[in-house]
């Protein structure tokens, strides 16, 4: 009896560590501690494989970070949109003690300007030094 008590002890002891380490980045407080520098990246700077993640991904709405020779890219899309003229704008992007936190809003077409009436997929890339914390996406 004593056997099975020290391993289910032992097993409920690694349930609870994996579900604590699992929830850290959850429980931030969104403080920011410092701020992220970045910039934003040009298409054509892209690199092709992170670019082929995009590609399959623009229709719908998404959120993914990449990490590349020392970089950490950040990349937020929007999905299909009925019509051109949308853009991002970066609300906040910076660190918290256990976490980056990447805040953006799709802005729509003004009124009276011309848009394509074809369909667009708005998304933004920024790039930063590789960092270990997790990205939040707000």
């Known amino acids: ?5 020290k391993r289910s002890a032992l097993l409920l002891l690694a349930v609870c560590a994996g579900i604590l380490c699992g929830c850290s980045v959850q429980n931030t407080n969104g403080t920011k501690v410092a701020d992220l520098d970045y ?5 054509d700077a892209i690199p092709e494989e992170l670019m082929q993640m995009i ?4 229709s ?5 970070t990449y990490e590349n020779d020392g970089q950490l890219y950040i990349i937020r ?5 009925a019509t051109g003229g949308y ?3 970066i609300k906040d992007c910076y660190l918290t003690s256990n976490a980056i936190l990447f805040d953006t809003e799709l802005v729509g077409p ?7 009436a ?3 997929y708005p998304y933004i890339v920024i790039v930063t030094e590789s960092r270990s914390e997790n990205t939040i996406f707000e």
């Open 87 to 89: 853009s991002i704008r």
């Open 1 to 5: 009896m004593r056997v099975w008590t």
């Open 110 to 116: 003004r009124k009276g300007e011309t848009t394509s």
């Open 60 to 64: 719908a709405d998404f959120k993914l």
């Open 77 to 81: 899309g929007y999905g299909e949109q």
């Open 55 to 58: 590609e399959e991904k623009k």
């Open 118 to 120: 074809s369909p667009s």
């Open 39 to 43: 910039r934003i990246v040009e298409e």
